[in-house]
Each structure stands twice: as C-alpha cells, then as structure tokens.
C-alpha cells in the first residue's frame, strides 16, 4: 500500500503535512482530550455550564474549550470539544450524565427498543456541535489544524446497548451472538448517522476526522472484522462519497496486531497507536502503510520526570524517520499537572 503521494502545499499545517505522507524533522503533537479536566480554565467553565452536556451544546462554551489548549501550549492541532455519545442521543436514544462516574442511557437490548429510535439522526439535534465548528474555524491560528471527529460503530453500539459503559462490553456481545440480525441494525443506523455527522463537520471547517473505537481491542479476530473493520470502512466510503478528499484517521484501541488488517481494509489515511503496543511491529507493519500517530503512556506523562524524557526519546526513535504525530496511546489523565505537558512539548520540540 505505501505512503499516500502527498499533497500538502508549503503553507499548510504541519499536521496535515505528516497525513499526506511526508516526514517532518520535529513531528507535530496533539493530545487526545487535550482540551479536558486537567486544565483550571476548563474546570471554572465546566462549573458556569451547569453540566457535561450542557457544555458540549453550547458553542459558545465549547469553542471555547477547543481554543483553551491551543492558546496555552500551541498544539499544532485541536480537537472538537464534544462527546462520541451525542450522536445516539441525535438517534433518539435518551442520554445524561452521572457526576463521577460517566454517561448512561435508555439501553437498546432488543427489537421493541430499537424500534423507539430514529433510523437516521436528527441534525437540529447536532446543529450546536456543527456551530462549535464553524466558531473554532474562525479563531484558530493558520498553522493549527483542525480535527473532528466520531465514535466507531462497535464502541458506540456498546454504550447503546448496555445503558453505560462496562469493563468488557459483554451486554454487546451477548447480543450480537443471540441476535446478530438486531445489533447489525444497530450498527447500520450508527453507520449512517456517522456519515452525516462526520460530512457536516468537515463542511463547517474541520481539517481531518478521526473514528474512535475505544473497545477494538475486545473483540476477535473475526467478530473484529465484522464489527470493527466493515463498519468503519462504510463510513470511509461513504463520507469520501461526499467529500473526496478529506482525511481520515482510524484509531481501533488494543487491536495490536490486527492493525495492519485494519488499514488495509478500511481506507484510513492515518492510524493510531496504543500505548502497549510493540513499537518495532508498528514501525515496520504499520508505518510502512499509513502515517501513524501515538503511542506515549497517559501515565507517564502523568507521572513525568526523567522516564518522560526517555520515553519522548524512545517514541521519536522508533517513528520518526516516516510520518508521524506525536500523540498519547489514549486520553491524557485529569490528574496530569500541566508541567508535565510543557515538559511533553518542550521534548517533543527540542
């Protein structure tokens, strides 16, 4: 397959330029929920919201929270400040949160269930997310890039089904053995609504998109092809229907070595990489593909220190001689002390 022929133009930003394939001497950084709760700013506007939700539909707000991150460090890109559950809220399905302990839903376990949910998403519903876009757009820096994204079919069909999240997604997989009929529709309707969403953002001003499946990692190699790699590659195809050229990232958490698979079958511009996963197999099965991104531990950028440094070192080491974004195996800690993340980009940049 091979690195995509670049396209990048000379003004572009450097995250773009390491998704078309080229090789950057200081490799861009972003971090995944960079814009979060280990930030005061974003904890004194978390507070004036009154609630998560409340904040992910006020564009205001969470534009806001967006830009917090960028103005503070510089990151060559920001992520959307939203949440991969609005879009079965959009579905129909009811959504709130609980304080410390995350989202819950109405679950969608069988077929009168599903019937109570729309076949498409309601776009009045995502119009204040698609706002967030167009005002993060207008008051980003020309050299920051601008990412949107959505959560996979598989690990969004999870939360719908079991109400909540769980440590082994095995309300999903209880259903998609007994009735695998009931979770494909499930599945498609996630699918179409991913398409429409991921269209609409890249139309208000995103730069790329990423496809988040938090729980690939949990499933086999042949439940992971059905469940995983075919869904995913619908919405490649069907948001590059409409937009050609947009670029795509795919990040398929603890899928190790069905990653290779992963790409090829999908049609991602770009991959993530998970923390654990062995750096020498990445570099030669998976960046030989694909540009990648990662694959820094969350805990030791919470941790900090010299192994920080080692570890910057050891990441750069190991992909930097091909297109590469510096990035987090996973979302940074609450906990992390924003030393530690001017310490990051400090080694990342020296």
């Given at each position: ?7 990048a133009?000379k ?27 280990y930030?005061?700013?974003?904890r ?9 939700l ?28 939203s949440d991969?559950?609005?879009?079965p ?8 949160f ?7 839903l ?12 729309n076949?498409?998403?309601?776009p ?13 757009k ?10 949107g ?18 440590p ?8 998609f053995?007994?009735d695998p009929a009931?979770?494909q ?9 991913s ?7 890249i139309?208000a ?10 729980w ?12 995983c ?16 050229k ?9 899928a190790g070595r069905?990653?290779?698979?992963y790409?090829?079958?999908t ?6 990489l ?8 990445a570099?030669?099965?998976?960046q ?11 805990l ?18 190991a ?16 906990d992390t ?14």
């Amino acid at each position: 397959m091979g690195w995509p022929m670049s396209t990048a133009t000379k003004h572009e930003p450097a995250f773009l330029k390491a998704l078309s394939g080229q090789t950057l001497s200081t490799p861009p950084i972003w971090m995944m929920r960079q814009a979060g709760r280990y930030l005061p700013e974003y904890r004194e506007l978390r507070a004036k919201a009154g609630s998560f939700l409340s904040l992910c539909y006020n564009p205001e707000m969470a534009a806001e929270v967006t830009l917090q991150p960028i103005r503070r460090f510089g990151f060559d890109a920001a992520i959307l400040f939203s949440d991969i559950l609005v879009v079965p809220q959009a579905l129909g399905q009811k959504l709130w949160f609980v304080e410390g302990e995350g989202p819950r839903l109405e679950p969608v376990a069988d077929a009168t269930r599903l019937g109570e949910i729309n076949e498409r998403a309601d776009p009045d519903l995502l119009a204040p997310v698609i706002e967030t876009v167009r005002r993060v757009k207008t008051s980003l820096p020309q050299e920051t890039a601008f990412i949107g994204f959505c959560g996979a079919p598989w690990t969004v069909a999870t939360y719908m089904v079991a109400g909540r999240g769980t440590p082994d997604q095995g309300p999903a997989k209880a259903l998609f053995g007994s009735d695998p009929a009931l979770f494909q529709q499930i599945i498609d309707r996630i699918v179409e609504a991913s398409i429409d969403y991921l269209c609409a953002q890249i139309e208000a001003g995103v730069d790329a998109v990423q496809i988040f499946d938090s729980w690939a990692g949990s499933l086999g190699a042949d439940d992971f092809e059905r469940w995983c790699v075919t869904p995913t590659r619908r919405i490649v195809d069907g948001v590059r229907a409409r937009h050609p050229k947009s670029r795509i990232i795919g990040f398929p958490r603890g899928a190790g070595r069905l990653i290779p698979r992963y790409v090829a079958a999908t049609g991602v511009d770009a991959v993530g990489l998970e923390s654990d996963i062995d750096r020498a197999f990445a570099r030669d099965e998976i960046q030989s593909l694909v540009p990648v991104q990662g694959n820094l531990d969350p805990l030791v950028l919470r941790s900090g220190g010299p192994e920080l440094e080692r570890e910057v070192e050891a990441v750069r080491a190991a992909f930097g001689d091909g297109p590469f974004v510096f990035n987090l195996g996973h979302g940074i800690l609450p906990d992390t002390p924003i030393a530690h993340v001017e310490r990051l980009l400090a080694a990342v940049r020296a």
